[in-house]
């Protein structure tokens, strides 16, 4: 069935609402990718989820193609809930948002519109949560669905790996993600600064991430949570657009988290920028014609220019995602 949304909830209301008893909830947010939406949904639908309570949100942003009438067409024959919400801005983070604000589960999963999950993939989740009632969020293995796309976007990892502030951006990613409810209400929502549409490009999924341990909660990272990413990436330019938005979006974050005085973020900035300018350098003395380095070193500081250049124009839009 269908559920129209309503208009998403203040703050307030989405971190103060809690509903009684285990429960999930598995959001999609979606633009312009009918298709791959349609085999996302397949796999969604058919999981196996024998004594689960779940739904599914499915967050239309701003799509202009068929994206309404195939969720509509899912919902018809589902035997969960299925609830469309229309996020008219274009901003991934945005989308995240309204997902969040128009979920009731105790638990919160995310993948994205051109991810497959694994048949156990909510079952295992609800497990890790139940299992662990310390555990605050869950990061999970992503693989390449077609082995001609590049080698981006995927956690590959085999091994269980508790997530800390060194490892974030390697181990979670909201294409592959849970987490508990009062999450929310401790760290608040996600930055709308960050990720695909805003002015920041990247890392909405990652800065969320760090914010959690920052608060000081548990984040773990599971290889038996598996998707299949079909990202269908393959030349060269998309290579250099995504490792363009991927480091530019680092820059923002180290700026972002270096103002508030955070002085682990301060010293991963440290090392990555003092290794990228050792390296510029020793280039041109050796006369080595690499302009590898000088470029990321570039994007990082592109990415710190753009957070800087926001907190200038919006000082009280920077102080709502400490």
């Not at 994206?67 to 919902?75: D, G, H, Q, W």
């Not at 990061?139 to 800390?164: C, N, Q, S």
């Not at 409810?181 to 800065?207: Q, Y």
Request: net charge positive.
């Amino acid at each position: 069935m269908l559920e129209e949304s309503l208009p998403p909830e203040s703050d307030s209301a989405l971190n103060s609402r809690h509903k009684s008893g285990e429960s999930l909830s598995v959001i999609v947010c979606t633009r312009n990718r009918a298709a791959k939406l349609v085999r996302c949904l397949e796999a969604l639908l058919a999981m196996k989820t024998e004594g689960l309570r779940w739904e599914l949100i499915c967050v239309d942003n701003a799509s202009t193609d068929d994206t309404r009438r195939v969720i509509e067409a899912f919902a018809r024959k589902s035997y969960v809930p299925i609830k469309y919400v229309l996020e008219r801005a274009a901003r991934l983070s945005l989308a995240r948002n309204s997902g969040l604000s128009n979920s009731s589960g105790d638990i919160l999963a995310f993948t994205d519109d051109d991810c497959i999950v694994d048949p156990h993939w909510l079952s295992i989740i609800s497990k890790e949560f139940r299992e662990d009632t310390s555990l605050a969020l869950l990061g999970g293995r992503v693989e390449l669905h077609d082995k001609r796309d590049l080698p981006f976007g995927i956690r590959p990892y085999k091994e269980r790996v508790a997530i800390d502030p060194n490892n974030v951006f390697s181990f979670v990613g909201a294409g592959n993600m849970a987490l508990r409810r009062g999450v929310i209400g401790s760290i608040g929502i996600f930055d709308t600064r960050f990720g695909p549409g805003a002015p920041l490009l990247a890392a909405e999924d990652s800065d969320f991430a760090y914010r959690v341990l920052r608060a000081g909660l548990k984040a773990v990272y599971s290889p038996a949570v598996l998707v299949s990413h079909d990202h269908g990436r393959r030349s060269e330019q998309d290579r250099a657009n995504i490792e363009r938005a991927y480091v530019a979006a680092r820059g923002a974050f180290y700026l972002k988290h270096t103002f508030q005085g955070d002085r682990q973020v301060m010293r991963l900035a440290y090392w990555e920028t003092f290794q990228l300018v050792k390296q510029t350098f020793g280039n041109i003395i050796g006369r080595k014609h690499k302009g590898g380095d000088a470029r990321l070193l570039g994007y990082l500081l592109t990415g710190a220019y753009r957070y800087l250049s926001l907190r200038v124009r919006s000082p009280l839009a920077c102080a709502c995602f400490s």
